[in-house]
């Protein structure tokens, strides 16, 4: 039961580098999210999805975008890399309706150099 | 200000000790989550409330909706208990607290 991966753990990119972070879950959730953390704050909604799709954004979404071609899995692509963007991603899904359980992925540590 | 609102950010207490985390929101919701976050940087959720309280193992969660308020206690507290535990609102968004820092000394 693999619940959320994410993928890549570790990267690190230079400064204007593009890369995409890929989000997949097998557990036939309809909402997906990205967030990021830093130190000293809360995680920060960047994006979501409500479904297959569909995508929203969320509290932090400027130099991010993502797709959800399927239902399973949730991308989010830096198009120009930018020391700021250094962060810990998270990925996570819920079931129909926000207010139930939430799984998530263990964590994509990126650095911008 | 935050929305969410965590107490204390640090925590240090020896091994055995009753453990108090609070939450305070200003917003209202249809749901709080409580999750630990380990060093190793994994997201567990460990609770869910819209009411009451809940008890899973040695740890208990409750809730007060007039109040705005929620605390995380664990009973009989352990090193391996030592992580973040983290707030969080559940609406239209799910907002965050910045976290407890909780390490429990042997």
């Known amino acids: 039961n693999a619940g959320v991966t994410q993928t890549p753990k570790f990267r690190v990119l230079k400064t204007g580098q593009s890369m995409t972070l890929l989000c997949a879950q097998d557990?036939?959730?309809?909402?997906m999210y990205w967030y990021r953390q830093d130190p000293g704050m809360g995680l920060r909604l960047i994006h979501y999805?409500?479904?297959?799709?569909?995508?929203a954004k969320g509290e932090v979404p400027d130099g991010y975008n993502v797709s959800r071609l399927k239902k399973q899995n949730f991308l989010l692509g830096l198009e120009s890399a930018a020391p700021s963007q250094t962060s810990v991603y998270f990925c996570?899904?819920?079931?129909?309706?926000?207010?139930?359980?939430?799984?998530f992925g263990s964590g994509t540590r990126l650095t911008v150099v | 200000k935050n929305e969410v609102e965590q107490s204390p950010q640090n925590l240090t207490a020896q091994e055995g000790e009753f453990i108090t985390i609070n939450c305070s929101y200003s917003?209202?919701?249809?749901?709080l989550h409580w999750l630990q976050q380990h060093p190793g940087g994994g997201i567990v959720s460990l609770f869910m409330?819209?009411?009451g309280k809940k008890k899973h193992g040695r740890l208990i969660a409750t809730i007060n909706i007039q109040e705005k308020h929620s605390s995380l206690h664990i009973t009989a507290s352990h090193p391996r208990d030592s992580a973040v535990y983290i707030c969080?609102?559940?609406?239209?968004?799910?907002?965050f607290g910045a976290g407890t820092r909780l390490t429990v000394k042997p």
């Open positions: 917003v209202g919701i249809s749901a």
């Open positions: 557990m036939n959730h309809e909402y």
């Open positions: 996570a899904s819920s079931g129909t309706g926000r207010i139930y359980g939430y799984t």
């Open positions: 969080a609102l559940a609406d239209n968004d799910m907002r």
């Open positions: 999805s409500v479904g297959e799709g569909t995508t």
């Open positions: 409330l819209s009411s």
